[in-house]
Each structure stands twice: as C-alpha cells, then as structure tokens.
C-alpha cells in the first residue's frame, strides 16, 4: 500500500518537472534572444508570436514571459502583448556606479578572506587570459574575465555581495549588443587584473577595494568612448 502510493508521488513530481524544464528552456531562448539583439530594444512580442517561434505550448511560453518581465527585460503592454525593454546611457552609469561599490566590497573582503586555492584560481584565470589575448580569442576573453571576477566575489566569503554581482551581471549582459571597447582596453585590464590579484595576495584590502572600483570606472568610461572604440568584452 505504501509502495503504490510512493510511485504515484514520484510520478507526479516526475511531471510537474517536465513543464519546469520546458519554462526554463523557453526562457533561456527569448533572453538569448534579446541579448543577441535578435529582438531588439523596443521589439513589440507576443506569446501567440513565441508560441509559433519557438514551437513550445504556451504554458512554457508565458511562464517565460512572467520571468522576463520580473528581470526587467519586458515591459507589459495591456492587450498587444511585451516590449523589449529599452536600456540607455542613464542605465548603464547606474548599473556600473552599483557594480563599483559591491566589486570593491568583494575584493575588499577576498583579500582577508582568500584562501591558497583562491588565490591559485585567480592566477590560473591571469594566465589563461594572456594566452586568449594572444590568440585573438575575444569569446573566451571574455568568458575568463567573467569567471575572474567571479572568482573574487566567491574567495569574498559574502554571499550577499556575490548573490547581488550575480544579479547585477544580467544588466551588463542587456549591453553585450552595443558594448563599445577600444583595442588598448584589453591591455589596459590585464595590468589592472595583475595588480588586483597582487593586493589579494599581500592581504590588502583598502587597495584591493580601490583597484577594484577603479577598474569599473574605467570600463565604464571605455563604454561610453568614442567612435575609435569597437565591440569588444571588457
């Protein structure tokens, strides 16, 4: 008697994880979507539209929708449907204002709390960046320096600041389209990482939070260069 019941429980719970995934894969496909700019900002959507699109029940769709909207992709619009919400310089400065002050709390605290391993990962990371430069490699440039900075705000030991970067990092991801870098930049944040990475291992925090902040505030101001700049990863 126990036994049926248990199957049964697991079978359902079986279920409810089925549409879960498909909310989640349709949800990872329109947020792909518009920050490949292949909706772009301002685009009027629709979940009948989705629907056909990405050939998915509604369910999913709409579940997607309600999630994007919650991140502040989407704005409703009563009886048409979504638009892709519009980002603009205003944004941008404040998006990175809060980047700066919570990557300086991490660095801050990473160079008290950093362990060996840490402190390994983050050379590692150094490393393989040059060898990307080296090669061209833009894509995994800068994938790695997204893991670097994630890998201060982890050997922070402060959940709160790492949860808040993670967050934060989906607003900078809006700007990956019409993100504006000059050539030199790249160089540039290498000996700023260099030097990061040195006031982590000398346990000094006031200098690992000023590197830090600074380091923001500069790809801040590559981001809003001039014509000379081109779309690179900072």
Same mark, same amino acid.
């Given at each position: 008697?126990?036994?049926?019941?248990?199957?049964?429980?697991?079978?359902?719970?079986?279920?409810?994880?089925?549409?879960?995934?498909?909310?989640?894969?349709a949800y990872e496909r329109i947020r792909e979507m518009i920050l490949d700019a292949q909706l772009p900002q301002g685009s009027m959507l629709t979940e009948a539209g989705l629907v056909r699109e990405l050939e998915m029940s509604?369910?999913?769709?709409?579940?997607?929708?309600?999630?994007?909207?919650?991140?502040?992709?989407?704005?409703?619009?009563?009886?048409?449907?979504?638009?892709?919400?519009?980002?603009?310089?205003h944004d941008m400065i404040n998006a990175y204002k809060v980047r700066a002050v919570l990557e300086g709390l991490a660095a801050e605290s990473a160079a008290i709390s950093a362990n060996r391993m840490d402190l390994a990962r983050?050379?590692?990371?150094?490393?393989?960046?040059?060898? &990307?430069?080296?090669?061209?490699? =833009?894509? %995994?440039? !800068?994938?790695?320096?997204?893991?670097? *900075?994630?890998?201060? $705000?982890?050997?922070?030991?402060?959940?709160?600041?790492?949860?808040?970067?993670?967050?934060?990092?989906?607003?900078?991801?809006?700007?990956?389209?019409?993100?504006?870098?000059?050539?030199?930049?790249?160089?540039?944040?290498?000996?700023?990482?260099?030097?990061?990475? &040195?006031?982590?291992?000398?346990? =000094?925090? %006031?200098? !690992?939070?000023?590197?830090?902040?600074? *380091?923001?505030?500069? $790809?801040?101001?590559?981001?809003?260069?001039?014509?000379?700049?081109?779309?690179?990863?900072?």
């Amino acid at each position: 008697m126990y036994g049926v019941a248990n199957t049964s429980s697991t079978g359902d719970r079986g279920k409810r994880r089925i549409p879960q995934r498909r909310g989640a894969e349709a949800y990872e496909r329109i947020r792909e979507m518009i920050l490949d700019a292949q909706l772009p900002q301002g685009s009027m959507l629709t979940e009948a539209g989705l629907v056909r699109e990405l050939e998915m029940s509604r369910t999913p769709v709409r579940e997607a929708l309600h999630r994007l909207e919650l991140e502040h992709y989407l704005g409703s619009v009563p009886g048409i449907g979504y638009i892709v919400a519009e980002l603009g310089e205003h944004d941008m400065i404040n998006a990175y204002k809060v980047r700066a002050v919570l990557e300086g709390l991490a660095a801050e605290s990473a160079a008290i709390s950093a362990n060996r391993m840490d402190l390994a990962r983050l050379e590692d990371l150094y490393d393989a960046m040059a060898e &990307a430069w080296e090669r061209g490699d =833009d894509a %995994e440039l !800068a994938r790695l320096n997204g893991d670097f *900075h994630r890998a201060i $705000a982890s050997a922070s030991n402060n959940s709160y600041a790492e949860g808040m970067l993670d967050d934060i990092r989906d607003v900078f991801e809006r700007f990956r389209a019409t993100a504006l870098a000059a050539p030199r930049r790249r160089e540039e944040a290498h000996a700023e990482h260099g030097e990061l990475i &040195a006031a982590l291992k000398a346990r =000094d925090g %006031e200098r !690992a939070k000023k590197l830090a902040i600074e *380091h923001v505030h500069r $790809a801040l101001e590559v981001r809003r260069g001039d014509s000379e700049h081109q779309h690179k990863p900072l």
